[in-house]
């Protein structure tokens, strides 16, 4: 350090005062400490703190004191964790100031990190400022087209944002209703194909059922989600994203079996092979059925469900596990007393363990449909532990989850709100 006199230096954040030696300073853990020791000139010195007393070589820095009392814990011992009673966030500004990052605090306070970012990000993710005093004045080349492109990213993605949003999800959400209606009145049998056609008349029917007003709304619908999805893709910021997003690849698992279809209807033709290919069609008309998941968008519940599943996947894991040990445990004790033992009563429903299983689950989740039940003494009692073990082995992970959905709840319909505000100030405009 070539700047100041002194053999120590002192460090003022927030009116704690903490002495290091110069030598000290060179390889602190701290980056924006270790950097007072290349400084040269006073002004190199308030680039790095806020302020500096010459007379008593000490640097002031307008600081959380007690969020540096714990960076300062990991400096001495190693390990970094949050200030009880102090934002995550803002704990998480004092380290980036001081040059740490997440990576440095503890397994627990991380995912305390993640989960409160998380929050933010669906918070403030989609609002981003349009103007202000900073962004008045003169706009950069190619600004209008990028707020061009913005409007209509938010016109096809938040169906809140604007009246043409709203005009649009509503168009979005009747074809998926028709589309929905037809696909149920397909199943009925009036409107199925009998069974016992011919190979021909099979060929003939599923050529012309494309041209029967059923086909012809079928057609309209997966038209309108193709140009739906077509220009969501164009306006969107990241392509590569925009694939990966969960309901974008719902909407391509639901528009691509259509078009497969009717390419399979065109090359099979008469062939021999239109019998399993007939098969492979009505699975994947039914796979229209993914269309109902559409819906999240447009709807804060759908939503709500698919953020909490995301956020709790360590809780819905936990409760697999707990399911899995149980099923094993229970199938086979359950196997051995009603058929495995030799008393005289074999019970043919617990043949085996995976037999078993079957019971075990519908037991566990008090379901009990009465198709198999322990028929022996010692099998009835095991019955009713695995039904009151089911009770509370389900109970125990539901807190978390519950707790979850309310907070994601609450958080979306904060941001429908927010941008109803942002309508009702496109209506006064």
């Not at 719902?250 to 062939?271: C, H, K, Q, R």
């Not at 043919?348 to 989740?365: E, G, R």
């Not at 907070?407 to 505000?421: G, N």
């Given at each position: 350090?070539?700047?100041?006199?002194?053999?120590?230096?002192?460090?003022?954040?927030?009116?704690?005062?903490?002495?290091?030696?110069?030598?000290?300073?060179?390889?602190?853990?701290?980056?924006r400490?270790?950097?007072?020791?290349?400084?040269?000139?006073?002004?190199?010195?308030?680039?790095?703190?806020?302020?500096?007393?010459?007379?008593?070589?000490?640097?002031?820095?307008?600081?959380?004191?007690?969020?540096?009392?714990?960076?300062?814990?990991?400096?001495?011992?190693?390990?970094?964790?949050?200030?009880?009673?102090?934002?995550?966030?803002?704990?998480?500004?004092?380290?980036?100031?001081?040059?740490?990052?997440?990576?440095?605090l503890?397994?627990?306070?991380q995912?305390?990190?993640?989960?409160?970012?998380?929050?933010?990000?669906?918070?403030?993710?989609?609002?981003?400022?349009?103007?202000g005093?900073?962004?008045?004045?003169?706009?950069?080349?190619?600004?209008?087209?990028?707020?061009?492109?913005e409007?209509?990213?938010?016109?096809?993605?938040?169906?809140?944002?604007?009246?043409?949003?709203?005009?649009?999800?509503?168009?979005?959400?009747?074809?998926?209703?028709?589309?929905?209606?037809?696909?149920?009145?397909?199943?009925?049998?009036?409107?199925r194909?009998?069974?016992?056609?011919?190979?021909?008349?099979?060929?003939?029917?599923?050529?012309?059922?494309?041209?029967?007003?059923?086909?012809?709304?079928?057609?309209?619908c997966?038209?309108?989600?193709?140009?739906?999805c077509?220009?969501?893709?164009?306006?969107?910021?990241?392509k590569?994203?925009?694939?990966?997003?969960?309901?974008?690849?719902?909407?391509?698992?639901?528009?691509?079996?259509y078009y497969?279809?009717?390419?399979?209807?065109?090359?099979?033709?008469?062939?021999?092979?239109?019998q399993?290919?007939?098969?492979?069609?009505?699975?994947?008309?039914?796979?229209?059925?993914?269309?109902?998941?559409?819906?999240?968008?447009?709807?804060?519940?759908?939503?709500?469900?698919?953020?909490?599943?995301?956020?709790c996947?360590?809780?819905?894991?936990?409760?697999?596990?707990?399911?899995?040990?149980?099923?094993?445990?229970?199938?086979?004790?359950?196997?051995?007393?009603?058929?495995?033992?030799?008393?005289?009563?074999?019970?043919?429903?617990?043949?085996?363990?995976?037999?078993?299983?079957?019971?075990?689950?519908?037991?566990?989740?008090?379901?009990?449909?009465?198709?198999?039940?322990?028929?022996?003494?010692?099998?009835?009692?095991?019955?009713?532990?695995?039904?009151?073990?089911?009770?509370?082995?389900l109970?125990?992970p539901?807190?978390?989850?519950?707790?979850?959905?309310?907070?994601?709840?609450?958080?979306?319909?904060?941001?429908?709100?927010?941008?109803?505000?942002?309508l009702?100030?496109?209506?006064?405009?």
């Amino acid at each position: 350090m070539n700047f100041g006199r002194g053999p120590s230096v002192v460090l003022n954040v927030g009116g704690t005062r903490y002495s290091f030696s110069r030598e000290v300073l060179k390889d602190f853990p701290l980056r924006r400490v270790s950097r007072l020791h290349g400084c040269l000139s006073e002004q190199d010195v308030l680039e790095v703190c806020d302020d500096y007393d010459r007379e008593r070589n000490e640097y002031f820095f307008d600081r959380h004191s007690e969020a540096f009392g714990f960076i300062m814990l990991y400096v001495r011992h190693g390990h970094l964790r949050f200030v009880p009673h102090m934002c995550e966030l803002s704990f998480y500004n004092e380290m980036i100031y001081w040059g740490l990052e997440g990576s440095h605090l503890d397994y627990c306070c991380q995912r305390r990190l993640d989960d409160r970012m998380s929050e933010t990000f669906t918070y403030y993710a989609a609002e981003e400022p349009s103007g202000g005093p900073e962004g008045k004045g003169r706009r950069p080349p190619g600004a209008e087209g990028g707020k061009w492109l913005e409007r209509m990213r938010r016109t096809f993605e938040e169906p809140t944002s604007s009246v043409a949003a709203q005009v649009l999800a509503t168009v979005s959400i009747l074809f998926v209703i028709v589309s929905m209606v037809v696909l149920c009145a397909s199943t009925l049998p009036e409107w199925r194909a009998p069974e016992n056609r011919s190979v021909e008349e099979q060929s003939r029917y599923t050529a012309e059922s494309v041209r029967e007003p059923s086909g012809i709304i079928e057609a309209i619908c997966i038209g309108w989600f193709t140009a739906e999805c077509i220009v969501r893709f164009i306006v969107s910021k990241n392509k590569c994203e925009f694939v990966k997003r969960p309901l974008n690849i719902i909407d391509l698992l639901a528009i691509t079996p259509y078009y497969i279809s009717v390419l399979m209807t065109v090359f099979t033709g008469e062939n021999s092979q239109l019998q399993r290919a007939g098969v492979t069609l009505r699975v994947l008309r039914m796979m229209r059925i993914f269309w109902v998941i559409k819906l999240a968008r447009h709807f804060i519940g759908l939503q709500t469900l698919g953020l909490t599943l995301k956020r709790c996947y360590r809780e819905m894991v936990m409760l697999l596990v707990f399911i899995c040990v149980a099923m094993a445990i229970f199938s086979a004790l359950s196997q051995l007393l009603e058929n495995g033992l030799d008393l005289g009563t074999k019970n043919k429903d617990y043949a085996s363990i995976p037999a078993a299983c079957w019971w075990v689950i519908i037991s566990m989740t008090t379901v009990g449909y009465g198709d198999m039940c322990p028929i022996t003494v010692p099998g009835r009692i095991l019955g009713g532990i695995c039904v009151v073990s089911g009770i509370v082995l389900l109970a125990l992970p539901i807190t978390f989850i519950y707790h979850s959905f309310v907070q994601c709840y609450h958080e979306l319909k904060f941001r429908s709100a927010r941008y109803s505000r942002s309508l009702s100030a496109e209506f006064l405009n």
